[in-house]
Each structure stands twice: as C-alpha cells, then as structure tokens.
C-alpha cells in the first residue's frame, strides 16, 4: 500500500499548487450526476488519473468526473476518486478535499480494502486507512507522520448536511435533539473538512440524508460515502444510511448516491433508534 501513499501525496502537492493560482470559473460542462464542472475539477481528475494510472498495481479507475471506468490488462486494484470535493465552496476559499477508495476485485462496498483523504487547508494533510489508520501533515518539503486518529465513545459536533426544508420530520427530530443536547454546529459544506474535523476533535455526527428533493440523499457511493464509511469504522466510529451499515449496501452504477450518516458510536447508535 506504501505506493498508494506515495501517490497520493505526489497528487496532493500537484492539486495544492494548482489551488494556489487557479481560477474558479465554470465550465459548459457537466459531469455524470448533472453538476457543471470547474477547470479545476477536470485538472485535479487528470493529475490523479495520470498518477494512478502509473501504479503496475491499478486495474482499473473511475471518478466522479468521468462517465466510464478506465480499465487496464493488469495490476489487482480498482480506485474510485472524487479528485476535488467541494467545488461549490471553493471561491468562497474555504477547505476543500480529494477522496479516495480502494477496491479489490471490482467496485462494490465488500471489496473495499483501504481509503484516503487529502485536505487542502492552511495545511496540506492526507489521512490513509487500510488495517490501520495514518494521518500525515505536509511541512512544505516532506510529509511527517502525526499520532493515529481514534475517535471516542461520543462528540458535540453536528453537521448536518441538506436544505432543512426538503428534511424528513424524523430527521429533523433526530438533529434537533442533538442541539438540545448541547452539540454545536459545524458545517462547512465541503464533506472533507467537516469529517476531517469531527475525527481531530474525536467524536460527533455529520449526516446528508435523503431529502425531498434527493430521496436517495446526495453523496456518491463509491467516491464519498464508502471511502469515509472506511475510514470511520477503522477510527473507531460507525457509518449507516439511517439502518444499514453503509459498507453492505449493492451499488447500481458508478455514480450511485446513498443517504449516509458518519459519526461516533454513541451518535450513530442514536440516528439507528429514531430512524428505526
Ligand atoms: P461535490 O462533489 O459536487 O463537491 O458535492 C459534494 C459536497 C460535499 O462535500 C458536501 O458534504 C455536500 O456536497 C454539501 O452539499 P449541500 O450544499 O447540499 O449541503
Ligand atoms: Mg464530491
């Protein structure tokens, strides 16, 4: 897995650099799920595209960029990437993402065996899992090795993602009573750094769930929602689509959404009793 690593962090400083100068104009394109597309999106896809595609290791490549997976003769490892999640927040300047996960024979959630993010802050950060969790920060010449990530038992953050209108009544009681709880707001509306922050504080709930106008909530299955459902479960979290445990879910196509609520145990443990 040491290559992944290495070719996750080359892409991030390539993306980073990009970020710095680029501009955030519009495209007249759209990508599969309908989104219209930045400059900077279709270049953060080729830069890793191009990364990947160097790994003897790499069968085959999709994005949320592209409509069809790229396949190869060899190699055992299927990739899915979002190369810049975030792109609706990206001229406001605030932190945006790129999310990675790992297949082995084919792209469906049983399969996946390790997963990546990288956060494009202040600070360049890549968190890597596979049987175990890695968090690197980028000091501007090479990338240093942090303690491990774990979150605890329970957090006080809620981020919680949708149009509040187009929310269930259940979701609504379910957000609600984590306020009257105490729990603070944090969202961003880049999903990188709102679950970047809930594993550095240790512990909270983010959640996109189905809404009126997305019943099968927003974020893609293979980009977003199993790379993070990874993640999570190896921190020491869970990761459900209001019942089931996200990484059992089949997947229709490539780009296929899913209701997901990320968080720790105590958190996820109550979104499983009002949801159910
Ligand atoms: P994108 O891949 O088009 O950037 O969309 C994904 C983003 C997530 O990062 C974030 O959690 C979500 O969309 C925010 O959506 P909303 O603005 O509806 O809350
Ligand atoms: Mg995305």
Redesign the pocket.
């Known amino acids: 897995m040491e290559d992944f690593i290495l070719a996750f962090q080359s892409s991030a400083q390539k993306i980073q650099n990009l970020l710095k100068v680029s501009h955030t104009d519009y495209l007249s394109t759209t990508n599969s ?1 309908g ?1 219209n597309q930045l400059g900077i999106d279709v270049k953060a896809d080729k830069i890793i595209e191009e990364e990947l595609l160097s790994l003897n290791s790499v069968r085959g490549l999709c994005s ?1 960029e592209k409509n069809e997976v790229i396949y190869k003769d060899y190699g055992s490892y299927f990739i899915a990437y ?1 190369p ?5 927040i990206i001229s406001s300047n605030l932190s945006v ?1 790129s999310i990675f996960g790992i297949y082995k024979e084919g792209f469906e959630s049983k399969n996946i065996i390790a997963a990546a993010y990288v956060v494009y802050g202040p600070r360049l950060e890549l968190v890597f899992a596979n049987d175990v969790l890695s968090y690197f920060i980028y000091d501007g010449k090479s990338w240093k090795k942090q303690p491990p990530l774990k979150l605890n038992e329970s957090g006080k953050i809620n981020a919680p ?3 509040q209108k187009n929310w269930s009544s259940k979701h609504k009681t379910l957000i609600d009573s984590f306020f009257q709880k105490g729990y603070r707001l944090r ?1 961003s ?4 750094p ?1 679950l970047h922050q809930i594993l550095i504080k240790k512990g909270g709930l983010f959640s ?1 769930p189905a809404t009126s106008d997305a019943p099968n909530g ?3 299955k293979l980009f ?1 929602v199993f790379p993070f459902a990874f993640i999570y479960e190896k921190a020491g979290g869970g990761a459900i689509d209001g019942k089931n445990r996200l990484l059992e879910l089949p997947i229709n196509g490539i780009h296929d959404t899913s209701p997901c609520f990320f968080g720790s145990i105590e958190e996820i443990n109550e979104v499983r009793r009002i949801y159910e």
């Open positions: 799920s989104d949320e979002d810049l999640d975030g792109s609706s993402g993602g949708g149009t969202y509306g880049g999903m990188v709102d996109y927003k974020l893609r977003e």
